[in-house]
């Protein structure tokens, strides 16, 4: 068990538009999710906490205005890049901790973001 | 700031011998220890973590890593390598009290047949 998906898996958009990437947990329930950000050869940075029901809550130096997070659910969260550039070109990934399981994520397969 | 420091970016290993890849934590309180693995072409699979209790943890595929709290570390080690292992591995640390996990920069291992 604990198995979470991303769609899409990669996706190319033209400099100016949204995309919107979904993060679901297929057989477990989620109070929490997580973004990451997986820069080339570098680690994963945390962008956003985001609790079902609620506001996400954003690391220091994230737009939260730009990354769009929303948790509707307790099996999916959406993270939409609006007006995407360039720079916003990366490895995007998800995670997701069961309810009443604090600590353990469980990650999804990240999704190749590229903005031409 | 909270940081994690993975010592060794690239190694390059040999099947049977062994490994240890060091992690290194900056942050003075109750901590929760992951590590993570990512196989070429795959999510992240945790491999072990340590919340409390012992603090020498065995993970799958023959993995432990020994929490030493003196010294901030938290170092993964496995005795006899295979090809199989060849994935890049990840330390995370998660501050007690917070769902959040910082994570290292990531050790990357060939092993060679």
């Known amino acids: 068990g604990a198995v979470v998906s991303q769609h899409p898996s990669r996706v190319i958009c033209k400099s100016g538009t949204s995309v919107k990437i979904e993060c679901r947990s297929l057989?477990?329930?989620?109070?929490?999710m997580f973004w990451y950000r997986q820069f080339p050869k570098k680690s994963l940075m945390l962008m956003a906490t985001?609790?079902?029901?609620?506001?996400?809550?954003?690391e220091q130096g994230v737009e939260k205005d730009k990354f769009l997070i929303n948790h509707a659910s307790l099996t999916l969260s959406t993270l939409t890049v609006t007006s995407a550039h360039p720079e916003d070109s990366s490895f995007y990934i998800c995670?997701?901790?069961?309810?009443?399981?604090?600590?353990?994520?469980?990650f999804g397969p990240g999704t190749r973001l590229t903005v031409t | 700031a909270q940081s994690v420091s993975q010592h060794n970016h690239h190694v390059i290993l040999s099947e049977a011998a062994s490994l240890e890849l060091g992690c290194n934590y900056s942050?003075?309180?109750?901590?929760?220890l992951f590590w993570y693995v990512q196989y070429p072409g795959q999510h992240l699979q945790l491999l072990l973590k340590?919340?409390?209790?012992?603090?020498l943890v065995k993970g799958i595929k023959g993995f432990e890593a020994e929490f030493i709290k003196s010294k901030f570390s938290f170092n993964l080690r496995k005795p006899s390598v295979q090809w199989s292992d060849t994935a890049e591995y990840f330390c995370?640390?998660?501050?007690?009290?917070?769902?959040?996990?910082?994570f290292g920069a990531g050790t990357r291992l060939a092993v060679h047949p």
């Open positions: 057989d477990f329930q989620a109070t929490t």
């Open positions: 340590y919340f409390s209790g012992d603090p």
């Open positions: 942050y003075g309180g109750t901590v929760n």
């Open positions: 985001s609790n079902e029901g609620s506001k996400a809550t954003y």
């Open positions: 995670s997701a901790q069961r309810v009443r399981e604090v600590g353990e994520q469980y």
């Open positions: 995370a640390v998660g501050p007690g009290g917070y769902n959040k996990l910082i």
